[in-house]
């Protein structure tokens, strides 16, 4: 009898035991689901398979915070940079205001790209633009934050209006020499901003590609 009652307690110790480890692991995965619950796991797998956990919802409002900032300063630069050219938004300041990005494109401003652009300026808006405009415009380029990318300016464009600031721009980076891969990757941004088909471009592809 002792040992069957000794028995008796180990099983029932064993099932308490188990029960609680029962009741722990549904605790465990309560705690675990997604901050969102299903919505979330939905948004996770669109995003990368993994679910919204509590802290991923807390990064994605400061992310979103970041983006808003970065968007709104570059608007207030390009309004300056419009002051400063004399320029309303159209076909001439988007021009004007890609050649500002070519100058100041190797992180500094390029003394013959500046002329290159000044020349540019003078003969297709019929304005006087003296190299010191251009260059308080170029200082005041979009940098910081990921790199611009142009979209803006292919609104109300035509076909032949975009080849022009293309044209325009890739004749201001290519006044200091040969185009570096920086130069490039420049190009290549300003091509998908403005919509341009690459058959537009011609022989202008394999440039772009290298």
Do not use: Y
């Not at 099932?15 to 948004?43: D, I, K, M, N």
């Not at 500094?108 to 003078?122: G, N």
């Amino acid at each position: 009898m002792p040992l069957i009652r000794s028995v008796l307690t180990l099983l029932a110790s064993g099932a308490a035991f188990l029960a609680h480890g029962a009741r722990a692991q549904v605790e465990s995965e309560r705690w675990q689901q997604p901050f969102f619950g299903t919505w979330g796991t939905q948004l996770g797998d669109i995003v990368g398979g993994a679910s919204l956990t509590w802290w991923t919802a807390a990064f994605l409002p400061v992310a979103l915070v970041g983006v808003l900032a970065i968007w709104r300063l570059r608007r207030r630069r390009r309004a300056l940079r419009r002051r400063i050219t004399g320029l309303p938004d159209g076909p001439r300041f988007r021009m004007v205001d890609a050649m500002c990005h070519a100058v100041w494109a190797e992180r500094r401003i390029d003394p013959e790209r500046l002329r290159r652009a000044a020349d540019i300026a003078r003969d297709t808006t019929g304005m006087d633009f003296h190299p010191d405009r251009l260059r308080d415009a170029a200082m005041r380029v979009d940098r910081g934050g990921p790199p611009p990318g142009f979209r803006w300016m292919r609104h109300g464009l035509t076909p032949a209006e975009k080849m022009v600031i293309f044209n325009a721009t890739i004749s201001v980076l290519l006044a200091d020499g040969p185009l570096s891969s920086a130069d490039r990757k420049f190009l290549r941004r300003l091509v998908r901003g403005l919509g341009i088909p690459s058959d537009d471009l011609g022989d202008l592809n394999r440039v772009l590609s290298l």
